[in-house]
C-alpha cells in the first residue's frame, strides 16, 4: 500500500483533522483517507424519482391513511 508525507501542515489544520477524527472515532490516518475518498470517489447519483416511486408502493402496502388533520395533530405532539 502506497504512504504519503504532508509537509509544512498548519498547527491548526492539524488540529481540526485530531478532532474530526476523535468525534468520528478514527485514527488520524483513517479519518484523512476517509476525507480523501469520499472528495475523488464519484458522487452517486439519486434517482429521485425512482425513489419516490417506492415509497408510494411501501405506503400503499402499510393500508394506513391520515388525514392532514391527524397529521397537523401529529406534528403538534411532536410525532413526526
Given at each position: 500500500?502506497?504512504?504519503?508525507?504532508?509537509?509544512?501542515?498548519?498547527?491548526?489544520?492539524?488540529?481540526?483533522?485530531?478532532?474530526?477524527?476523535?468525534?468520528?472515532?478514527?485514527?488520524?490516518?483513517q479519518?484523512?483517507?476517509?476525507?480523501?475518498?469520499?472528495?475523488?470517489?464519484p458522487?452517486?447519483?439519486?434517482?429521485?424519482?425512482?425513489?419516490?416511486?417506492?415509497?408510494?408502493?411501501?405506503?400503499?402496502?402499510?393500508?394506513?391513511?391520515?388525514?392532514?388533520k391527524?397529521?397537523?395533530?401529529?406534528?403538534?405532539?411532536?410525532?413526526?
Amino acid at each position: 500500500m502506497a504512504s504519503i508525507t504532508l509537509k509544512a501542515l498548519p498547527t491548526s489544520l492539524h488540529r481540526a483533522l485530531k478532532s474530526r477524527a476523535s468525534r468520528h472515532k478514527r485514527s488520524l490516518n483513517q479519518e484523512v483517507i476517509t476525507m480523501l475518498e469520499e472528495t475523488i470517489a464519484p458522487s452517486r447519483h439519486v434517482d429521485v424519482e425512482a425513489m419516490l416511486a417506492r415509497e408510494k408502493r411501501f405506503r400503499a402496502r402499510l393500508h394506513f391513511t391520515t388525514t392532514p388533520k391527524e397529521m397537523d395533530a401529529y406534528k403538534r405532539q411532536g410525532r413526526l
